[in-house]
């Protein structure tokens, strides 16, 4: 295989992200129940306002765009609207655009659908505005809002919507879809390849999706190897021994893998605060010495959220475990 050849397998001209989005509920993948639902209504083509909640690369769009596409066919562009609300967070977003789409005219439907991405972003006069205009346009637009926290929607909002919780993707669905991009792009994915972009992903489907796409680049084989250098990504064996050196008492050790995490692989800290976090129970402690170390995760991620230094928050986190040996 050439290199050109390599260079255009590995998609440089297409996302694979959105290559490869179901395009219909039947199609999504990790969420048997919710797309069971959500067809029903499709079938019965009789929408409510919905609320997506969960995690970033779960489905919530696709899941949205399969709905448009279901109800509208090749129409559905005319007759849906996506907003992302981060974006675009003010009370004057709600009053014009959503607004100004509601009014229009349009033929053949009963109603029109917009897609309000990470409604969690909007202010709480700009919800209150969703509210009223929700109430006013009920006969000819549903709402379909997607947020990370559901805590975050105002209890109107929520009264008025069928809501749906997105869980993270489990590891079967990640696999499955792997594969079969792997084998629909003529790419070679080994065993240890799979579980290293399971392990990337932690339930995120664009995670695994995109770090297929960039370990596939060079045009080799895409392997465990590969797939941690690429997405800057410790191995659960490292941050494994780091905790367990620190929790032996081995304060130096366990400070020296930290700074070669940090420094040498270019790791993020909350990155690896994070990792730490998903391989609490993996470690070979006791449950004493695992509530201790969320202790201390849970105390040092609030640290950094607040503006804390990341190397110093993570060096306490790990003196405070050898501390206490």
């Known amino acids: ?20 989005r179901p395009q219909t509920l039947s199609e999504v993948a990790g969420h048997e129940d919710i797309i069971e639902r959500l067809q029903s ?30 109800l509208y066919g090749e129409d559905w562009q005319d007759n849906f609207l996506e907003l992302n609300a981060s974006d675009q967070r003010g009370i004057d977003v709600i009053r ?67 809501v749906f919780r997105f869980s993270p ?47 596939s680049v060079t045009g080799k084989v895409v392997d465990e190897d590969a797939v941690f250098e690429i997405t800057s990504t410790a191995r659960p064996e490292e941050i494994t021994a780091m905790v367990e050196q620190a929790l032996d008492g081995d304060f130096t050790a366990a400070r020296s893998e930290l700074d070669r995490l940090l420094t040498d692989q270019g790791i993020a800290g909350g990155d690896v605060l994070d990792q730490i976090h998903r391989s609490v129970w993996e470690f ?25 230094n990341e190397r110093i928050q993570l060096e306490a986190l790990l003196a405070s475990l050898a501390l206490e040996e």
């Open 41 to 70: 209504y499709v079938d019965r083509n009789d929408l409510s306002h919905m609320l997506f909640s969960g995690p970033a690369g779960t489905g919530k769009t696709t899941s949205a765009m399969a709905i448009a596409r279901e």
């Open 284 to 308: 070979d402690i006791g449950d004493e010495a695992a509530v201790r170390i969320l202790d201390r995760v849970g105390e040092a991620d609030y640290r950094i959220t607040e503006g804390a």
């Open 169 to 215: 993707l489990g590891d079967a669905a990640i696999e499955e879809q792997i594969h079969r991009i792997a084998e629909a792009e003529g790419i070679e994915v080994t065993d240890d390849g799979v579980e290293a972009l399971v392990y990337v992903a932690g339930g995120d489907m664009r995670k695994a999706i995109n770090g297929l796409q960039a370990a």
């Open 96 to 162: 014009d655009r959503v607004k100004s789409f509601a009014r229009t005219s349009f033929g053949g439907y009963e109603y029109r659908v917009i897609f309000l991405d990470e409604a969690d972003a909007l202010t709480s006069e700009a919800q209150s505005a969703l509210r009223r205009t929700m109430e006013q346009f009920s006969n000819n637009v549903r709402f379909i809002l997607s947020c990370n926290y559901s805590s975050q929607i105002i209890d109107p909002i929520q009264s008025r919507c069928a």
């Open 1 to 20: 295989m050439s290199e050109d050849q390599s260079q255009s397998r590995a998609g440089r001209e297409e996302v694979w992200i959105e290559k490869y």
